[in-house]
T-cell receptor, first 109, second 112 residues
């Protein structure tokens, strides 16, 4: 079993939809949680960084962490075609980050 | 502000040839440095990380090696490339070992 599981998609939604992206993990030592966005042929860029359980909001993006269920989510409101990319979750305890395999998102205009 | 440079952007090399990919970071001191490989649909695989000059930790035994000759320079090498070395190689830095990573734009390596 992988330490971090992420549905690869692709996920296709119409413009303006609310998108929900999710990861589950098995290592209870993970304390820090991140979401990255990766456009084709580019390096991942950091979107959200959270430590505690609960919600963190930044513009159209909300990151949610539930440590008791070992489940994290990223919500995108009012999705735009420019949000079309691969989204990777990442997490760590005391070592280098462990990444999910990424979910490919397509927002249709 | 901090920036990370990685080159070349694309590379096509024959099997058995050597490899050298270089990464430099500007605007920070004593960063943690990382090399990742990304295969299609398989996420990011950590290859090497370094917490200081000359300190290299290998996560996966393979045909590759890494060196850190200067504080903000990280090099990925191979003496003889294999077909299985093809992939997208990403360099990254972080302030401390469990803080967010900041990535370069990667090198797409094709071994023919």
């Amino acid at each position: 079993q992988k330490e971090v599981e992420q549905d690869p998609g692709p996920l296709s939604v119409p413009e303006g939809a609310i998108v929900s992206l999710n990861c589950t993990y098995s290592n209870s030592a993970f304390q820090y949680f991140m979401w990255y966005r990766q456009y084709s042929r580019k390096g991942p860029e950091l979107l959200m960084y959270t430590y505690s359980s609960g919600n963190k909001e930044d513009g159209r993006f909300t990151a949610q962490v539930d440590k008791s269920s070992k489940y994290i989510s990223l919500f995108i409101r009012d999705s735009q075609p420019s949000d079309s990319a691969t989204y990777l979750c990442a997490m760590t305890g005391r070592r280098a980050l462990t990444f999910g395999s990424g979910t490919r998102l397509q927002v249709q205009p | 502000s901090q920036t990370i440079h990685q080159w070349p952007a694309t590379l096509v090399q024959p099997v058995g040839s050597p490899l050298s990919l270089e990464c430099t970071v500007e605007g920070t001191s004593n960063p943690n440095l990382y090399w990742y490989r990304q295969a299609a649909g398989r996420g990011l695989q950590l290859l090497f990380y370094s917490v200081g000059i000359g300190q290299i930790s290998s996560e996966v035994p393979q045909n590759l090696s890494a060196s850190r000759p200067q504080d903000r320079q990280f090099i990925l090498s191979s003496k003889k490339l294999l077909l299985s070395d093809s992939g997208f190689y990403l360099c990254a830095w972080s302030a401390v070992i469990n803080s967010p990573l900041h990535f370069g734009n990667g090198t797409r390596l094709t071994v023919t």
